[in-house]
């Protein structure tokens, strides 16, 4: 009884401190962040060796932002899969206004060409991001997402801890709403159309 009542003041604790979900009122899927999240203009790689900054090179109306890396073996697939399948459902018009940016978390063994082969299973036109760990850690930390570097790994790379968050990045280069990793392709497509209408 009393891990319920725990887990019940902890789960409104941080719906009150995120702004909530806006789907009782038939709008979003997501949870509407007020205030919103700050975004970082601090550049990071992108698969083509340019920088990438997640407000000065944003320019459509809405990019959804996910911090992951391809050797994960369960949670990062799932999310990249939906957010694959969500552009699907997506009309042409729609899928013009929105992007889909990937951040890695474990850059020493997501290289550029690594990436990119990464993300074609999923969406060719997906944005892979890379870069020095720190600078990731530090631009993902204002999104509200924490990542821990763990041990090293025989293949160079690192045991990686990271927050599963999807980050919708407005016009105004503002993290405004975010989904979990169970978010569906179908919920992701109806709430970026919702988004864009609005």
């Known amino acids: 009884m009393r891990s319920a009542a725990a887990l019940l003041i902890a789960s409104l604790l941080a719906l009150s401190a995120c702004g909530g979900s806006a789907q ?6 997501g949870h509407v ?3 919103p999240f700050h ?19 944003t320019d459509r109306p809405l990019t959804l932002v996910f911090f992951g890396y391809s050797h994960c073996p369960d949670i990062c697939q799932t999310v990249m899969s ?44 997906f944005i892979g991001l890379t870069g020095d760990l720190r600078t990731i850690i530090d631009i993902a930390k204002p999104m509200g997402v924490g990542i821990t570097q763990g041990e090293k790994l025989p293949t160079g790379g690192y045991d990686v801890t990271h927050g599963t968050t999807i980050t919708g990045v407005d ?3 503002e993290g405004s709403v975010y989904w979990n990793e169970t978010t569906s392709s ?13």
């Open 171 to 173: 016009a105004d280069d």
């Open 186 to 198: 179908a919920d992701f497509a109806a709430d970026i159309h919702t988004l864009l209408d609005d």
């Open 39 to 57: 975004v970082s203009a601090t550049p990071l790689t992108d698969t083509d060796g340019q920088p990438y900054s997640l407000t000065k090179d």
């Open 33 to 35: 962040l007020d205030p």
């Open 82 to 125: 939906n957010l694959g399948s969500a552009m699907t459902r997506l009309d042409e018009k729609d899928r013009d206004r929105v992007d889909v940016v990937f951040v890695t978390t474990d850059p020493a063994r997501d290289t550029a060409s690594a990436l990119k082969q990464y993300l074609a299973h999923f969406d060719p036109q």
């Open 24 to 29: 009782g009122d038939g709008e979003l899927h």
